[in-house]
């Protein structure tokens, strides 16, 4: 049974950093693309990173490029977001999501698999 399990959310003051935790279960992460993705209330969910299985190729949102790092170790079956200099903006709940195959790294249709999310809040 595929399961996904994010944790490391929190409050956070602008300008911050957080680091968020995907644990996988049921299945070995390093052969399964990672996505990070995240929904504000009101607003459709949007990609923000993904880690390729691979070749361990990264992608990231325009809006979180510089800011944002993901990183797997296989060997915690686990894949990370860290998050730094963070805005107001980037508030909001954050998952995790894989799939078998994955054309559009930051398209959350393209994903089946899903946490069940985790808050970030970004506020002073």
């Known amino acids: 049974q595929v399961q996904l399990v994010e944790s490391g959310g929190g409050l956070v003051q602008p300008g911050g950093s957080l680091r968020l935790s995907c644990t996988a279960s049921?299945?070995?992460?390093?052969?399964?693309?990672i996505g990070w993705f995240r929904q504000a209330p009101g607003k459709e969910r949007e990609g923000v990173s993904c880690?390729?299985?691979?070749?361990?190729?990264?992608y990231y949102a325009d809006s979180v490029q510089g800011r944002f790092t993901i990183s797997r170790d296989n060997a915690k079956n686990t894949v990370y977001l860290q998050m730094n200099s963070l805005k107001p903006e980037d508030t909001a709940v954050y998952y995790c999501?894989?799939?078998?195959?994955?054309?559009?790294?930051?398209?959350?249709?393209?994903?089946?698999?899903w946490g069940q999310g985790t808050q970030v809040t970004v506020s002073s």
């Open positions: 049921g299945f070995t992460l390093d052969y399964y693309a």
């Open positions: 880690i390729s299985s691979s070749d361990g190729s990264t």
């Open positions: 999501a894989t799939d078998g195959v994955v054309v559009t790294p930051l398209d959350p249709y393209d994903y089946a698999y």
